[in-house]
């Protein structure tokens, strides 16, 4: 079911490899007393970007699996006097580090480590290329509210062009069956969006990609990725962009509101619609830890057979 030593990206996971991850994150969900399945191995969690719910998941995973995790924090690490990425990878190993969990401003960083490193390598978000957890977290959360996903719309709003998220998300969901509908402003949504799959569709207006839909996913704008003044204003944005009462009435009655967080109140969501009742945010963080289990048990328990 599972052989491979790192986690990369979904791009290239099997259906196989995907039903499997999905249903052990499954069976680790919810309250989960500790079990051994790691014990012995070290998780180390190597964030050079924030977060809270990706890091923090994958630490209550790491320990929930009996491993010992460890959290290294740039600011604080060598990597703020100037020891490269690779450097301190290798230095991380030398202590017997098993599982490199890593975050990273540059797309590409986890494949490049996995070329060079004795560990394991677990994308926790690489630049604006892939977010693999994030995307299963989404699907088992949609799972668990829609059941099959095979023929469901999904629609994924905002700021598509540096959305790692999206990514992810579309071609996961194109491999469950599902049709994936990408609007945005111009200016945020990349050139190669429909290449993402046959199922994906890019819509100019925010009605036309909730139009029925079963999920509506609203995505934050990345303002720390724009390097010019490719926005308008936040005012316009909301206006244009912003999902309230009104907008959702288009999709299904009932439809899935989600979003991977952090969340910009005002902005692409209103606050009514984030903490309303189609709202399963909060869903998809509790999945969060679920996955990460499935994910560090995966990779760790090929660690243990080789
Ligand atoms: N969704 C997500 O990646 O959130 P964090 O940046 O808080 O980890």
């Given amino acids: 079911m599972w052989s491979r030593p790192h986690l990369l990206g979904i791009e290239g996971l099997s259906a196989s490899e995907v039903s499997h991850l999905l249903d052990r994150a499954e069976a680790f969900y919810g309250p989960m007393p500790k079990t051994d399945a790691l014990r012995g191995q070290v998780v180390v969690n190597l964030f050079f970007e924030s977060s809270t719910r990706t890091r923090t998941s994958f630490e209550i995973a790491g320990k929930k699996l009996g491993a010992d995790v460890i959290n290294v924090s740039p600011s604080t690490s060598s990597v703020s006097k100037g020891e490269t990425l690779l450097d301190t990878i290798r230095n991380v190993e030398a202590m017997h580090a098993d599982i490199l969990v890593l975050r990273h401003a540059s797309s590409g960083a986890p494949q490049f480590l996995a070329k060079h490193a004795r560990s394991s390598i677990v994308n926790a978000g690489d630049g604006t290329h892939e977010h693999p957890t994030q995307a299963l977290l989404d699907v088992l959360t949609m799972r668990k509210h829609l059941g099959d996903l095979n023929g469901r719309i999904v629609a994924i709003c905002g700021d598509i062009m540096h959305s790692r998220v999206a990514r992810s998300n579309a071609i996961l969901l194109g491999l469950l069956g599902a049709t994936v509908r990408f609007t945005g402003p111009r200016t945020m949504l990349p050139l190669e969006a429909a290449r993402l799959g046959s199922t994906v569709i890019v819509a100019h207006t925010l009605a036309d990609a909730i139009d029925g839909a079963d999920v509506v996913m609203m995505l934050r704008i990345q303002n720390e990725r724009f390097s010019g003044a490719a ?76």
């Fill in 231 to 306: 926005l308008p204003t936040t005012r316009e944005y909301a206006k244009t962009f912003g999902l309230n009462a009104n907008t959702l009435a288009r999709a299904k009655p009932n439809a899935l509101v989600m979003h991977p967080g952090p969340i910009n109140r005002g902005v692409e969501i209103t606050s009514a619609v984030a903490d309303g009742p189609q709202s399963v945010i909060l869903d998809q963080v509790a999945a969060g830890v679920a996955v990460r289990m499935a994910v560090l048990e995966a990779v760790g328990l090929t660690r243990g057979n080789t």
